[in-house]
Antibody, heavy 117, light 108 residues
Framework: QAHLVQSGAEVKKPGASVRVSCQASGYDFTTSYIHWVRQAPGQGLEWVGLINPFYGHTNYVQKLQGRVTLTRDTSTKTAHMELTGLTSEDTAIYYC??????????WGQGTLVTVSS | SSELTQDPVVSVALGQTVSIRCQGDSLRRYSASWYQQKAGEAPTLVISSKDNRPSGIPDRFSGSGSGNTASLTITGAQAEDEADYYCIARDNSADQLIFGGGTKLTVL
C-alpha cells in the first residue's frame, strides 16, 4: 500500500522561502513520478510541477518557473518542493502525489503554507 | 499556454444522470483525467486517460471525449457524489499539466 507523508504546516513572511517534504513508502520510489499540486483557500487545483525520481528530471508550471525547485533524495525516498520569493498569493495547501506523466492517484495529506506579515 | 474550461456549478436530481464537461484546445491532442474532491479532503482520481476507471471507483462514473471536449458522466447520481470535480490534461506545450477550473456538483 503506497503512502505519501508530507511535512507539517508552515507560516512564512513575504519574501521568504519554504521547503515542503513528501516521504514515500510502500512502493518503489523511483518508478513513479512525483507531482506537486496546490490549492489556495476556496480556490481550484493548480499543478505546480513534477519530478522523475529515477533521473531527477523536472517540469514546472510556467508561472512559477524561477521560483520553484523540485528535488528528491532516493536514499530516504523523499521528494522536496522549495518555493522562494513568497507572496500572499502562495498561501495554499500543497499536495504531493505519485503517478504517471499525465495523472496521479496517491496523494499526500497536504501541507498548509501560510504567507503573512 | 492553453486553458481548460468547466461549468462552475452543475446540479442533478438524486438517481438521475449528469455530465460534467471540460473544454480546451489541448483536448484535441491529449486525453483528460478527472478528480473528485470532497470538502476538506485530498482529491481522488475517478477517471484516467479519458475513459479508464481506477479500481474502487463505482461503475456509475464514466468518461468520454471528442474534439475539444472531455466529459465525466455519473449515471444514477448518489448523495455521496456531491463534490467538486476537476479535469486535468497536458497543455499544448506538452511539458505542463493544467487543471480545469472545477465544477461544483450538487445532488438535489
Amino acid at each position: 500500500q503506497a503512502h505519501l507523508v508530507q511535512s507539517g504546516a508552515e507560516v512564512k513572511k513575504p519574501g521568504a522561502s519554504v521547503r515542503v517534504s513528501c516521504q514515500a513508502s510502500g512502493y518503489d520510489f523511483t518508478t513513479s513520478y512525483i507531482h506537486w499540486v496546490r490549492q489556495a483557500p476556496g480556490q481550484g487545483l493548480e499543478w505546480v510541477g513534477l519530478i522523475n525520481p529515477f533521473y531527477g528530471h523536472t517540469n514546472y508550471v510556467q508561472k512559477l518557473q524561477g521560483r520553484v525547485t523540485l528535488t528528491r533524495d532516493t536514499s530516504t525516498k523523499t521528494a522536496h518542493m522549495e518555493l522562494t520569493g513568497l507572496t500572499s498569493e502562495d498561501t495554499a495547501i500543497y499536495y504531493c502525489a505519485r503517478g504517471y506523466l499525465e495523472y496521479f492517484w496517491d496523494w499526500g495529506q497536504g501541507t498548509l503554507v501560510t504567507v503573512s506579515s | 499556454s492553453s486553458e481548460l474550461t468547466q461549468d462552475p456549478v452543475v446540479s442533478v436530481a438524486l438517481g438521475q444522470t449528469v455530465s460534467i464537461r471540460c473544454q480546451g484546445d489541448s483536448l484535441r491532442r491529449y486525453s483528460a483525467s478527472w478528480y473528485q474532491q470532497k470538502a476538506g479532503e485530498a482529491p481522488t482520481l475517478v477517471i484516467s486517460s479519458k475513459d479508464n476507471r481506477p479500481s474502487g471507483i463505482p461503475d456509475r462514473f464514466s468518461g468520454s471525449g471528442s474534439g475539444n471536449t472531455a466529459s465525466l458522466t455519473i449515471t444514477g447520481a448518489q448523495a455521496e457524489d456531491e463534490a467538486d470535480y476537476y479535469c486535468i490534461a497536458r497543455d499544448n506545450s506538452a511539458d505542463q499539466l493544467i487543471f480545469g477550473g472545477g465544477t461544483k456538483l450538487t445532488v438535489l
